[in-house]
């Protein structure tokens, strides 16, 4: 099983091939060595570096020669490939000749190519430097798609019996989006495998699916003529191939779940029992106002609520971004709780209390620092001094970050009763339309 990529070189092309022609990444180990000398075999430093239409020990000033001829020594110099197989799989004879067979067969015909394979590693595998600029008529190269790379060294490797990748999972989750997911953190991904997983646990054919969808925020399009469903909201640029989110959301197994909800709904007993609810009494709880009131209720929405946690799938589709700043938001929320700001003239008036606390703190730790640097002092009172710096250091970074939550309340605040407005004119728009 070979796995292929290609990127492009810009700069000095010497570089990429002195590193691929680095005798410690293409000789073997010592002791092999060793053995093949006392075998008599023939092992001499290169043995696995091939070129292409080229001398792979001068393909630099060949390279350079070519485009000079063709005047065409801007833009990208050469571009980089690499072929890697499976731990075991292939000895090293054999991955160079399925190198420098997938390099005859790709860019041979009008190209110069330095193809190199690496033993230094647990996987063995081959480099190729391809020149920008073809030999024969001075076209440039352009980069291939992975996927055309991917088939040709299928090919390749069939031919002489290696195994291949038979259902390659495409793309994968970039790392920042896969770490937030392994940790639990809220992703645009992850939010909408909910919902749709919500969703498809109450539907039974894909129109169904896609109003239930709908409700949340989302649109399903399963038009006949997608080769991937997707799913997006309103606010998105892009859309999100269901078929990403894992086993089981391809366009055949999503239909095989419905079939078999929409089977287990017919099997079912309808309970035609009505269930009475017991309304309790509650204390009629005090309503906050202002920039803490509107926090707390956003709060709420957003599903993060100290007695009142609610599933993310019933969040607004309006809102749903800001459930991956939710850490943010709740501790802006905190800070308005802990000094009770309700408008944004107390706002304003502590910020101005922290600055000046931090002012004052600043030029304190400056004279300290001072005396200390004049060694004004004796070594008792220096340690000391720098004990009261550090206490202050620690004070001041606190209050930096305070400084910074007011700053961040005064500019989300807006956004966030913008929202929660165009939302309460959606809620009222819709029961307009069902009471009609």
Not at 88 to 105: C, D, L, N, S
Not at 192 to 201: G, N, T, V
Not at 292 to 305: A, E, S, T
Request: net charge positive.
């Amino acid at each position: 099983m070979a796995v292929t990529r290609i990127w492009p070189i810009r700069g000095y092309a010497r570089d990429v091939l002195n590193y691929i022609r680095n005798p410690e990444k293409t000789d073997m180990d010592l002791q092999n060595v060793l053995r093949y000398a006392v075998e008599g075999e023939k092992t001499e430093r290169g043995i696995f570096i091939s070129g292409i239409n080229c001398d792979a020990n001068e393909a630099v000033s060949q390279f350079q020669l070519v485009k000079r001829q063709f005047g065409k020594e801007d833009g990208i110099t050469a571009y980089h490939a690499y072929q890697s197989f499976d731990k075991g799989e292939v000895t090293p004879e054999i991955a160079h000749q399925v190198g420098k067979a997938f390099a005859e067969r790709v860019w041979g015909s009008r190209y110069q190519v330095v193809v190199a394979t690496h033993l230094d590693s647990n996987c063995l595998h081959n480099h190729f430097v391809v020149n920008s600029v073809s030999f024969i008529n001075g076209k440039r190269c352009r980069e291939k798609q992975w996927r055309e790379l991917a088939k040709i060294s299928d090919e390749i490797c069939k031919a002489f019996s290696l195994s291949v990748i038979e259902n390659p999972k495409g793309k994968r989750v970039p790392l920042p989006i896969y770490k937030m997911e392994q940790n639990g953190a809220p992703t645009r991904c992850n939010l909408a495998k909910e919902a749709f997983d919500e969703a498809l646990s109450r539907s039974r054919n894909l129109p169904e699916l896609a109003a239930n969808l709908k409700k949340q925020g989302y649109v399903f399009r399963y038009e006949k003529n997608r080769k991937y469903w997707t799913i997006q909201q309103k606010n998105w640029k892009r859309p999100i191939r269901l078929v990403r989110m894992g086993e089981g959301y391809s366009n055949k197994e999503i239909l095989e779940r419905l079939r078999s909800i929409a089977a287990q709904a017919r099997l079912m007993p309808v309970d035609t029992s009505q269930k009475r609810r017991v309304l309790q009494a509650k204390r009629p709880l005090r309503k906050m106002r202002g920039l803490r009131g509107l926090y707390l209720h956003y709060c709420y929405l957003l599903g993060k609520f100290p007695k009142k946690q609610q599933s993310r799938r019933y969040v607004h589709y309006l809102y749903r971004d800001d459930l991956l700043k939710l850490k943010n938001i709740t501790d802006e929320t905190r800070f308005l709780c802990r000094n009770q700001v309700e408008t944004k003239a107390q706002l304003l008036l502590l910020r101005d209390e922290i600055m000046q606390r931090i002012d004052k703190l600043s030029e304190k730790r400056d004279e300290y620092r001072i005396c200390i640097r004049r060694k004004d002092c004796s070594v008792r009172t220096e340690n000391s001094i720098k004990a009261e710096i550090a206490k202050m250091t620690t004070e001041l970074r606190s209050l930096r970050r305070q400084l910074h939550l007011c700053d961040e309340i005064q500019k989300r605040s807006e956004g966030i009763r913008v929202r929660m407005q165009e939302a309460c004119r959606e809620v009222k728009r819709k029961e307009r339309r069902l009471e009609r």
